[in-house]
């Protein structure tokens, strides 16, 4: 579709050729045709010609590609389409609007999937089963409003796509992909990972305020922003994400904000995360699957407690739409220069998405459950979330006096585009409570890392033992910049020569009860952990693996009254305040006052929780001293570190 003819929508509609529309900007609408090829793999994504040539894809990256992580889920068979883009076109929006059939689509027998009170029922067990057990810090269940759609599939998405174009606002993506056998149609809120120039960026997105009737206010909104679990819940995801960060990112990560995401019926709030990666975009893309606002934390665990609450597959709900864009590196554009083609990528979460297959529409919608959820109120968010896309292209009836507000004008004609938003985030007090939430993170992740000098411990090494929590990326970043060389070994994988030889041995947090001898994983970390005492070899010790240690000395463990998910406590670590995060399920307990348990000082609250543990040659920390929530995190850790790597008295 090159060349100075623009395309007819209708035409391409008629043609039964695939195609796709997005909308990035409100100026202009890509059109995007081409060959689909599905595929099996992230890394069979065809980014090159057979002529050698490099080509630009549009990917659909269902769910179920979890599996190349070695992830649970319901294999559904949902293919990872590649639309292989021929030809591409911008249209200006105006002129798309005016192409685009406007002519409301009927829904045939509409309604949820699950039931209100069967969902409130399923919120219920996965508090008390899964985070009351330790099993992680919060989960993502979904559920679909269902309907029967008897209009041509090609002409609903046009007529869809034209509806979030005039009446959503605030997306990072607006699109309408129609391939053979299937439509998806959204307005995603959420950039999951995106790759330019060797930048990394995700936005983590978490929050749901549902505007009131007659629309949002900065008191409404106020009253939002204060909330603690939604405050804790954005925290937690930005951890989750910064994990991946760490994973792919030679820097970590550093992260920006807080922002609100500002749409036509909700208000999030947000976070953008940064860092520079060399990395294949396929493979930033399999490490960076997916996000933790749609599926929880610690993300492997969470994708099993999905596979046990959710009966059916969730074909690309919670995926991403790739794009994967030729570029040549800067080397490559001097005079003289050399450098092979890449790519840059764009690949927004799908969500608040419309799929339509063999005439029935399917919009999954879901509600971050964490330790102090409402289960009615998290069924209010799923039908806040289904009506904001459902009223978006005209399925059900808009609030118009919400448009209206939102929109900054005093009236709004149902059939006109949007007027410029009002911004909330210019409100003086919203803006300060915005900001104020960064008063409570470490400024280790806010701030540019390093200053370049050799850390305290250069020239020596550590062996990271993750047990199923990839937080261990994020320490193992903190601890790289103490000055170690770090290498990470999965529980599964790490041998017992590995063990004996590593100079600093650090086992890691993970999901489940520590007492339980019945799982592999828990079973393994118990021998590590006793390997590595019984050799009298420095050891550093983290969350599950301090209870493991714990334990080694006779500490009893037990599960706490209300779970610490996502918590930040000041606790006193051996003479020293900090403020730490906590996530954990279950607790080291002795009587209350016991300062010491066999060779091992103790450090624990007034009810006796052990939070950190002390002796010759090992340490250890209840808390998280990776996670965003600990403002002492980078102190407090090259405190133990210093602490295990101390001689062992002969």
């Not at 009253?223 to 991946?244: A, G, N, Q």
């Not at 749409?263 to 990395?279: A, D």
């Not at 896309?389 to 609030?399: F, H, K, S, T």
Request: charged share 25%; hydrophobic share 40%.
């Amino acid at each position: 579709m090159s060349g100075p003819a623009s395309p007819s929508l209708p035409d391409l509609a008629a043609s039964g050729l695939p195609f796709a529309l997005i909308a990035r900007d409100d100026r202009t609408v890509e059109v995007l045709t081409g060959d689909v090829v599905d595929v099996d793999l992230l890394a069979d994504i065809p980014l090159t010609g057979a002529s050698g040539a490099p080509n630009e894809v549009l990917a659909l990256v269902p769910f179920r590609q979890v599996r190349e992580r070695g992830f649970e889920c319901h294999d559904d068979g949902a293919p990872l389409r590649c639309l292989i883009v021929q030809d591409r076109a911008s249209l200006p929006r105006d002129e798309a609007l005016a192409q685009l059939p406007t002519a409301a689509v009927a829904l045939e027998n509409p309604g949820f999937d699950i039931a209100d009170e069967e969902y409130a029922q399923i919120v219920r067990r996965v508090i008390a089963d899964e985070i009351g057990r330790g099993e992680g810090a919060n989960f993502v269940i979904r559920r679909d409003f269902t309907a029967g759609v008897s209009t041509d599939a090609a002409t609903a998405a046009l007529t869809w796509f034209r509806a979030l174009l005039e009446h959503e606002r605030g997306a990072y993506w607006t699109f309408a992909v129609v391939t053979p056998g299937h439509v998806a149609v959204g307005a995603s809120p959420e950039a999951h990972v995106s790759a330019r120039d060797g930048v990394v960026t995700m936005n983590p997105i978490s929050g749901t305020f549902r505007h009131p009737a007659g629309g949002a206010t900065p008191e409404t909104l106020s009253e939002f922003l204060r909330s603690t679990k939604e405050t804790e819940e954005l925290f937690m995801v930005v951890d989750e994400e910064l994990k991946m960060m760490s994973a792919v990112c030679s820097d970590g990560g550093r992260i920006t904000g807080p922002h609100l995401k500002e749409m036509s019926r909700l208000t999030h709030t947000e976070y953008v995360l940064r860092g520079r990666s060399r990395l294949d975009p396929r493979d930033i893309l399999r490490e960076t699957m997916f996000a933790p606002t749609v599926t929880g934390s610690p993300m492997q665990n969470a994708c099993t407690v999905i596979t046990r609450h959710e009966t059916t597959p969730r074909g690309y709900y919670s995926g991403v739409a790739a794009l994967f864009t030729p570029r040549v590196p800067r080397q490559a554009q001097q005079p003289g220069g050399a450098g092979e083609a890449t790519h840059d990528l764009d690949a927004p979460i799908l969500i608040r998405t419309a799929y339509l297959q063999d005439g029935r529409l399917r919009v999954p919608v879901g509600a971050t459950l964490v330790r102090h959820s409402d289960p009615y109120g998290e069924v209010g968010e799923t039908h806040g979330k289904a009506a904001g896309v459902l009223g978006a292209i005209g399925a059900v009836p808009r609030d118009i006096e919400a448009e209206s507000t939102a929109a900054g004008s005093e009236v709004i004609d149902e059939d006109a585009p949007a007027a410029a938003p009002r911004r909330l985030a210019d409100d003086p007090a919203i803006a300060d409570l915005l900001a104020s939430r960064n008063g409570r993170l470490a400024e280790f992740w806010l701030n540019p890392q390093g200053s370049g000098e050799p850390g305290p411990f250069e020239g020596r090494s550590a062996l990271v033992v993750d047990a199923e929590d990839r937080f261990t990326t994020m320490l193992a970043h903190q601890l790289r910049h103490l000055g170690l060389e770090v290498e990470i070994s999965p529980w599964s994988e790490v041998t017992d020569a590995q063990i004996d030889a590593a100079e600093l041995l650090v086992t890691g947090p993970g999901p489940g009860d520590p007492r339980d001898v019945s799982s592999p994983r828990i079973r393994r970390m118990r021998e590590v952990v006793a390997r590595r005492r019984a050799a009298g070899r420095p050891l550093l010790a983290v969350c599950l693996s301090h209870q493991i240690l714990a334990d080694t000395f006779g500490i009893d463990l037990a599960p706490l009254d209300a779970p610490h998910q996502g918590l930040q406590k000041s606790v006193d670590v051996f003479g020293v305040p900090a403020s730490i995060g906590f996530y954990n399920t279950f607790t080291a307990r002795v009587p209350a006052g016991t300062t010491r348990a066999g060779e091992a000082e103790v450090a624990a609250d007034a009810a006796g929780d052990v939070y950190a543990l002390r002796g010759p040659g090992f340490a250890s920390v209840q808390g998280h001293l990776e996670s965003i929530l600990s403002r002492d995190g980078m102190t407090t850790l090259q405190r133990l570190v210093e602490q295990a790597l101390s001689p062992v008295p002969a």
